[in-house]
């Protein structure tokens, strides 16, 4: 029998994934480089493999497991994108600046904690809405 968890971890997974390349592109063209593969790859590379890592995290704790859209899942993933990330950055001599680290730590926790808290608050009104006190 399939568990019925996997496809919706995977969605959730997929929304991160989409993110930290948006994060990359961002990047990218705010410093006039190109969106190509071969440069896509080098910079969005070691924020993938962050990702990575943070999905097998996700998979390995229970308690993120049963909510791969919790805030909880989403703070490993963050964490995990940007310390593994940055690790590989200066593994492979690419910048680390204090200031690229802050905005890395700000941009991407927005992008995987604000996308969880505006889907949770949705949930939480579209709950409220078909109750039938609300209806009253």
Do not use: C, N, Y
């Amino acid at each position: 029998m399939k568990d019925s968890r996997v496809a919706p971890a995977a969605s959730v997974a997929l929304v991160d994934l989409v993110l930290v390349l948006v994060f990359a592109g961002i990047g990218r063209v705010s410093h006039g480089e190109d969106l190509g593969l071969t440069g896509m790859a080098r910079t969005a590379g070691p924020f993938l493999a962050g990702w990575l890592v943070g999905w097998v995290l996700v998979a390995l704790v229970p308690a993120t497991r049963s909510r791969p859209r919790g805030l909880a899942a989403g703070a490993l993933v963050w964490v995990a994108v940007v310390a593994i990330g940055m690790l590989l950055r200066v593994a492979t001599g690419q910048g680390v600046e204090t200031s690229f680290v802050v905005v890395t730590v700000i941009v991407v926790g927005v992008f995987l904690l604000g996308w969880r808290g505006i889907a949770a608050l949705v949930t939480r009104v579209r709950g409220r809405s078909a109750s039938p006190a609300a209806q009253v």
